[in-house]
C-alpha cells in the first residue's frame, strides 16, 4: 500500500466524483458494516460478504496498568475467576453506553480483531440503537464510531433494522409487532407502512434474570455460583414451572457460603419461576401497554401474522408460549432471532449514501 503522502498527492491529482477526501481513501479495500452493539453482546454484519461476527460486550482491564487486555469472549470467561488486580467490564448498562473509553475500545478491537482487519479500512457503519436512548447516549455511540476510525456513521432505530432484517425492506407491509428480549433491555414495537407506531422500553432482561438467579440460589441455597451458570440456569428451565407446574430441576455447581467447599446443587423450575416471572410480568406489561395503544386496523394485522420475538432472551424456553397466551396472537421467535438487527443495519447498508451522517444530524 502507498504511503500516506503518496496517497494523498494521488488524491489531489484525481479525485473527481469523490464526495469526500476519507470516502475516496476508504473506498479502497473498505467493508461498510452493519452493526448492532448490544449489552450482552456486539453482532456485526458484512455487507457484500454477508458474514457474521459475534462477540460478548465484555473487556478486561489491569488496574495497576490501566491497560485493557482483552475483549469480547476472551474477556467474558474470566469473569467470577480474574485475579484481583484485574477488573470485568462490561461498558454498556441497559442497552446504553455507560463507559465511552471501554464502548470506543471495544468496537475497535472487534471491528480489527486480526481475521477482520484486512477487510476494514476507515469504514462505514449503519448502527442500530433503541429509542429508549437519549442524544447524550447516541453522541457517545456515534464518538466511539469515530475513535474506532469510521469515516461515516448512520443510526438507524432498532425496529425498523429488525424489518430490514427480516424482509429485505424498511416500508412493513402491514402491521408489524416485534418483542425484542436483549440482555439488557426489552424492546416492544409496532410498526406500520408508515414507520414506528408505538413502542415501549424496559430495563428488565435477560441480565436482570441471571442476577436474580444468583441471588436466589445465595439465599436459598448458600452457595455462590456465578453469572455462567446463573444464565445456563435460565436457559434450561426457561419459564418451564409456569407452563407444566410439573418439577424439573437443573444442576449446578458453586462455593458453599457455609463449607467454603466447591459443592454441586439442583435448581428447580420453580426457583427460576420464583425469581424470572416478576421480569416476565414486566415484559408482559410492555406488551399490553404497546397493543392498547395501537390502532385496531393494525392489530387486525398483528393478529394474522403473530408477534415476532427476536433478540437473544426471546429464546427464554415457553416465553413464546406465554406471550401467545397473553395476548391471543401467535408469537414466534424468528430465525437467528440475536443476528436479526445486525443483519436488517447491514442490509441498510445499500442507502447509506442517501442517509446523512447521525453526527452531522446531532450538532
Ligand atoms: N436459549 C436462551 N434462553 C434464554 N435466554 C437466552 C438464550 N440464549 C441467549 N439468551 C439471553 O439473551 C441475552 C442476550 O441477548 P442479545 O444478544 O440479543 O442482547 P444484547 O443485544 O446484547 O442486549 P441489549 O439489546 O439489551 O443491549 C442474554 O441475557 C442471554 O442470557
Not at 418451564?240 to 463449607?259: A, K, N, Y
Amino acid at each position: 500500500m502507498s504511503t500516506k503522502t503518496e496517497s494523498t498527492e494521488e488524491i489531489k491529482k484525481d479525485n473527481s466524483g469523490q464526495s469526500s477526501l476519507m470516502d475516496w481513501i476508504g473506498s479502497f479495500g473498505a467493508e461498510d458494516i452493519g452493526v448492532d452493539i448490544g449489552t450482552s453482546n456486539i453482532v456485526l454484519y458484512v455487507k457484500h460478504k454477508g458474514l457474521i461476527f459475534s462477540e460478548a460486550s465484555v473487556l478486561a482491564r489491569n488496574e495497576i496498568t490501566h491497560e485493557y487486555f482483552a475483549f469480547g469472549t476472551k474477556a467474558e470467561e474470566m469473569e467470577g475467576k480474574a485475579p484481583h488486580e484485574i477488573s470485568i467490564i462490561r461498558p454498556l448498562r441497559n442497552g446504553a453506553i455507560i463507559d465511552y473509553n471501554g464502548a470506543a475500545y471495544l468496537l475497535n478491537s472487534i471491528v480489527n480483531k486480526s481475521y477482520l482487519k484486512s477487510m476494514f479500512f476507515h469504514p462505514r457503519l449503519i448502527m442500530c440503537v433503541s429509542d429508549g436512548i437519549n442524544s447524550v447516549q447516541r453522541r457517545a455511540l456515534l464518538e466511539a464510531a469515530v475513535a474506532m476510525g469510521a469515516r461515516k456513521t448512520v443510526l438507524i432505530d432498532q425496529p425498523l433494522a429488525a424489518m430490514m432484517g427480516m424482509n429485505g425492506s424498511s416500508k412493513t407491509p402491514e402491521g408489524t409487532m416485534f418483542v425484542d428480549v436483549g440482555g439488557g433491555s426489552t424492546k416492544v414495537s409496532v410498526l406500520s407502512p408508515r414507520g414506528i407506531v408505538a413502542s415501549q422500553f424496559s430495563t428488565r432482561s435477560g441480565i436482570k434474570m441471571d442476577q436474580a438467579i444468583m441471588n436466589l440460589v445465595k439465599e436459598k441455597y448458600h452457595v455462590r455460583i456465578g453469572r455462567k451458570e446463573a444464565e445456563s440456569l435460565k436457559i434450561a428451565l426457561g419459564a418451564q414451572w409456569d407452563l407444566e407446574q410439573t418439577p424439573r430441576i437443573s444442576e449446578t455447581f458453586g462455593l458453599s457460603l457455609v463449607s467454603g467447599l466447591p459443592v454441586k446443587i439442583a435448581v428447580t423450575g420453580e426457583d427460576i419461576a420464583s425469581v424470572v416471572n416478576p421480569i416476565l410480568y414486566d415484559i408482559f406489561k410492555c406488551i399490553r401497554d404497546v397493543i392498547q395503544r395501537t390502532p385496531p386496523a393494525i392489530l387486525a394485522d398483528i393478529r394474522e401474522h403473530g408477534i415476532k420475538l427476536i433478540g437473544g432472551g426471546s429464546q427464554l424456553k415457553g416465553l413464546d408460549i406465554l406471550i401467545s397466551r397473553i395476548t391471543g396472537f401467535r408469537a414466534y421467535v424468528v430465525e437467528r432471532p440475536n443476528y436479526i438487527n445486525a443483519v436488517g443495519a447491514g442490509k441498510s447498508l445499500d442507502y447509506i449514501n442517501e442517509f446523512r451522517d447521525s453526527l452531522q444530524d446531532l450538532h
